[in-house]
Each structure stands twice: as structure tokens, then as C-alpha cells.
């Protein structure tokens, strides 16, 4: 296991570009650390800096208190799975898992003992003499952990494993990759797009968007407690409903509604007096049925039947939302409705910087 330390660590390319600003984060021994945000946000960027496969432009990276800058990949102590499998095809199971410890000189009977230790936590003892071609997806993924975690390192580093498998299968190896996770001890980073999968595996998620740390947090905090709107917005299936309106007269208005914003901000609510903010709320967070809270008025334009539930798209005096309600209680289409959200679950951020109030 290893505890690691990032301090104001940035990446600037030759060509100027700024890739991650001033990433700081302390993970302890044994967490399991997921990076999540869109395409482009710097979490890949920053895991190669932490496995020593990109340099770091300023700041300082620390695995156990040592200063690791400059330590190559191999004196980091560190395993990658990567989202190709990087399996060799004319290779077997057995090869493929036993192949980093042949290079180290290590004896066959050890060896034999690892591979077949790994093995049987990854469920692929049956699988031992096929070839990569003869494995379904997931059963690949599988050999590529068992790669990282046969040599027992302290630090695992997974670049979204996932993303070349379909539905079932990611969620076969979500849980999975948990498991080992309590098995080994080992300290995890790990990097996806997936809401779902950060909210689902880890310990704490790190929020990222262009560059920059937006949030880090557990799950809980993070799902509850967003400190922007790009968080709010980000994590949740469906997306946090937001709706920009101005503070008036102590209200502000939501299509033909009124809701009280001193009943959500207190005496913070004075302050936004004639300012903008955006009003949110979570899809799952309304009644059909509950009068508590504010009601808003709206239009069904179309619904999703879930199973558990169903996703129905309103229009508010032309502003969209998603709200999640019980399959027995879908309204009709093209029908008025009037729904209910909980004070408590109302979310204001500034209209300007986007924060939470």
C-alpha cells in the first residue's frame, strides 16, 4: 500500500498548451480514488503524471513522503490497466499473467503459484490455456488486472478499463474490480467519464473539468453537497434541472410559479435581492402526490418507461426538465401536471459564478 501527495501539480506542453492547473490531493494508504469528467478535462493527463509516463511541468508528486518526480515508471511502484487490453494475442492466460514476472527472473514454481493465486481471485482458473481471442471482453479485462495485481504492487493505476465493453459487462466488472480493490488493499486511481461508475466504486471522486479540480469528495458529498453547477450538473443519471431566473421581491419566479427563496437561502436571501441565480433541482427529489414544498406547473411533452421507474420530459413556460417518477404514476402525454419539490432539496447557485449560495 502507498499514500501519495500531489502539490500544485500542473502540465504545460511545448506548444503552451495548459493541461491541468494546480492539482492538489492527498489519497491515503489503501483508497480507492476515482478522476471523472468529460473528454478533454486532464484526468488521463494526470494519472500518466502520477505512473511517470508524462512529466510534471511544476509541483511536486510524493509516494510515501518521497519526492518521485523524477523516478522512472518501473521505481514508482506502480501497475496500469489501460482501456485496450494490451493482452499478447499469440500469448496464453497463463503466459500473459505470467510474463512481467518471467522478465524479472522470477522462479517458474513461484511463478505458477501467482499466477495461479491470481487466477482464482480474477475467475479465469478454466481459462488458463486459451489464447486472448478465445475470451469474451470482459474475461480480457479480467487478464489485464490479473497483470497489474500479480505483482503485487502498492499502487494501481486504471485508465478507463471499461469503456470497451458493453452494458452487462461493465457492471460485471464494476464489481469486480471493487472486490479485488478489498482483496489486494492496494491504493487505486482510477480514471472514467462515467458518473456511474465513480459514484459506484469509489472511495472519493475527483471532479475535473478543463484542466481544473471542481470537487473532491465521497459519493455522498458529492451526489448532496455539489459546490457548482458543473458538479450538480455532472453527477446524477438523469442530470441535476436547472432553471436561470432573478431574485425579486424575495422570490423568483420558475415559468408561471413563484417559489420563496428565503425559505431556502435564510438571511442569505436579502443579498440576491434583483440578482440572477439558477435554480435546480435532482429528477428523483419530486412528488406527483406530496403538497410539501414548492409546486411548479408544466407540460408533459414525453415519457420514458424504465421499468422502475419512469423519466418524464416537462416543459415549464419553455424551460425543459427531466423529472423521475414511479411507473404507476406516469402522467399522460401532452397532459398538465403539477409536481412538488421539498425545500430541502432545492439547489440556488450564483447566476454569475455559478456557485453554490
Known sequence: MAYLSLKDINKIYPNGFHAVHDFNLEIEKGEFIVFVGPS??????????????????????LIDGARANEKGPRDRGVAMVFQSYALYPQMSVYDNLAFGLTLQGIDEDIIEKKVKSTAQILGLTDYLDRLPRALSGGQR??????RAIIRKVGIFLMDEPLS??????????????????????????YVTHDQTEAMTMADRIVVMKEGYVQQVGTPYE?????????????IGEPPMNFVKTTVKGGKCRIGENTVDVSTILGDKAKSYEGKKVVFGFRPEAISLKSTEGCSIKASVELTE?????TNVYVDIQ????????????????????????????????????????
Open 40 to 61: 478533454g478535462c486532464g484526468k488521463s493527463t494526470t494519472l500518466r503524471m502520477i505512473a511517470g509516463l508524462e512529466d510534471i511541468s511544476k509541483g511536486e508528486f
Open 141 to 146: 479485462q479480467r487478464v489485464a488486472v490479473g
Open 164 to 189: 470497451n465493453l458493453d452494458a452487462k459487462q461493465r457492471v460485471t466488472m464494476r464489481s469486480e474490480i471493487t472486490d479485488i480493490h478489498r482483496k489486494t488493499g492496494s491504493t487505486t486511481i
Open 222 to 234: 458529492l451526489y448532496f453537497n455539489p459546490v457548482n453547477v458543473f458538479v450538480a450538473g455532472f
Open 305 to 309: 418507461l424504465l421499468g422502475d421507474n
Open 318 to 357: 419553455g424551460e425543459k426538465s427531466i423529472l423521475k417518477v414511479n411507473p404507476h404514476d406516469t402522467p399522460e402525454m401532452d397532459s398538465e401536471i403539477t409536481f412538488f419539490i421539498p425545500y430541502s432539496s432545492i439547489y440556488l447557485f450564483d447566476g454569475e459564478t455559478e456557485k453554490r449560495i
